[in-house]
């Protein structure tokens, strides 16, 4: 069964202990930790031992899975810190997006070179290492992301397929999965109003709110027996109220568990 979550950075303007009560509340299974260094810190790379027994406790006290971990940026230095983190708090999958630049051909190599090295790591620790085509980077596409497939074969490296990012590189994110499910370990996924480079507000963000076909993409998901984590990402939350990013996560949680659980996968 596939199970719900929310990445933390919606709740990045409150704590931990605040963000997993109010995930909770609003029905989730577990929760995505962001340790994205100038968006969200909820878990601090560089003292996550000092702070891995409040992480725990704070989660298995309101009931949540740690899902899996989001660090974004490809870097050696954070990975090893982030693969070591999630090891010790069993957090089984930690995603990054490409870095590079779009149809930079130099670009795209590297990313892939950097993504084989990183998976080596991250299978030292157990952990699987998920990257997601992103607008604007190395990987941004299903061709691009099918380059990476075709060259790491090593089973610690997946893909964390996020629909919006897809939807925005001109393609529907219901055909584009089935061409990398079988890769798939991990699912970013929230709405967008057209096809522009960014999500646009967190509102039209919330999951049935804007214009990606997340019922299709979602029978995909059941139909193939994907059953790893389905998170919840919003971004672009800051200034806004406990009550304002509450509501987008309960609107989005009503919404993938009534079609999931209509489609059997939940």
Known sequence: MIRLGINSVLFKEFDF???AQHIKLCGYDGVELSAIKGMCEHLELDRWQEQAPDIR??????????????VAALSEERLALAFAAAEALGIPVVNVGPGG?????EDLAATIDKLASMAELAAGHGVTLCVKAHVGGSIYNTPTTLRAIDAIANPAFGIDMDPSHIYRANENPEEALPQVIGRVRHIHIRDCKGR?????????QAC?????????????LAETGYDGPVCLEVIGAKGHSLAQVTAVAAESYGYLNAVLRSLGAR
């Open 196 to 204: 522009q480079a960014g999500p646009g507000p967190i509102e039209l």
């Open 17 to 19: 202990a605040t963000a």
């Open 57 to 70: 406790r704070i989660a298995e006290e309101n009931g949540l899975q740690l899902l899996s971990m989001e």
């Open 101 to 105: 630049k779009s149809d930079v051909e």
């Open 208 to 220: 049935g709110r804007g214009d990606i076909d997340l019922i299709g993409y979602c029978k995909v």
